[in-house]
T-cell receptor, first 115, second 115 residues
Framework: DADVTQTPRNRITKTGKRIMLECSQTKGHDRMYWYRQDPGLGLRLIYY???????NKGEISDGYSVSRQAQAKFSLSLESAIPNQTALYFC??????????????FGEGSRLTVL | AQSVSQHNHHVILSEAASLELGCNYS??????LFWYVQYPGQHLQLLLK??????LVKGIKGFEAEFIKSKFSFNLRKPSVQWSDTAEYFC?????????????FGDGTTLTVKP
């Protein structure tokens, strides 16, 4: 079983719909992240959470919101989806120990298409 | 702010050729450096990492990278590539305590190895 699990793996939706992508992890890590991958643009950070009570915006948070329901769960929501949010979304986790916090463990990705 | 630049967007090699992918970063303090690989249809996984110590680090599948602090570089190398190395490669930087856990990724390099 995957240590970082994302659902759904694929989703097609229409403009204006609300979408939630879910992530759960069994690694016991405190830190969780949502990244977006677009061709030729690498990965860009949307939101990150260093513990259950800590939520921070990344570089492209507009149009997105998150919820950290528990240490193991971190959900990403698109309140009103638009076509330019079509992308591959990755959840990731990391340890909090100094010097190891940068090593990310990724989920398998959620491919979202907004028509 | 931290940033990462990968110089090659698409590299095409024949099997057994040597590989070097360039990565330069911008950050004024202590950094942790990473190379991740994404095989077709899969999620990102860690190839190798540099936290401290020996600037020449070895990763999985025969890959290595050298951290040259004076050049702000962390180039990835492999003496002899295989067809199975076809993938997208991402360099990432995680800048010390201030940005610990917030990794910035390069745009990625797509490597195609011809059999």
């Amino acid at each position: 079983d995957a240590d970082v699990t994302q659902t759904p793996r694929n989703r097609i939706t229409k403009t204006g719909k609300r979408i939630m992508l879910e992530c759960s992890q069994t690694k016991g890590h405190d830190r969780m992240y949502w990244y977006r991958q677009d061709p030729g643009l690498g990965l860009r950070l949307i939101y990150y959470s260093f513990d259950v009570k800590d939520i921070n915006k990344g570089e492209i948070s507009d149009g997105y919101s998150v919820s950290r329901q528990a240490q193991a769960k971190f959900s990403l929501s698109l309140e009103s989806a638009i076509p330019n949010q079509t992308a591959l979304y990755f959840c990731a986790t990391s340890e909090s120990a100094q010097g190891r916090a940068g090593e990310l463990f990724f989920g398998e990705g959620s491919r979202l298409t907004v028509l | 702010a931290q940033s990462v630049s990968q110089h090659n967007h698409h590299v095409i090699l024949s099997e057994a050729a040597s590989l070097e992918l360039g990565c330069n970063y911008s950050y004024g303090g202590t950094v942790n450096l990473f190379w991740y690989v994404q095989y077709p249809g899969q999620h990102l996984q860690l190839l190798l990492k540099y936290f401290s110590g020996d600037p020449l680090v070895k990763g999985i599948k025969g890959f290595e990278a050298e951290f040259i602090k004076s050049k702000f570089s962390f180039n990835l190398r492999k003496p002899s590539v295989q067809w199975s190395d076809t993938a997208e490669y991402f360099c990432a930087v995680n800048g010390g305590n201030t940005n610990a856990g917030k990794s910035t990724f390069g745009d990625g390099t797509t490597l195609t190895v011809k059999p």
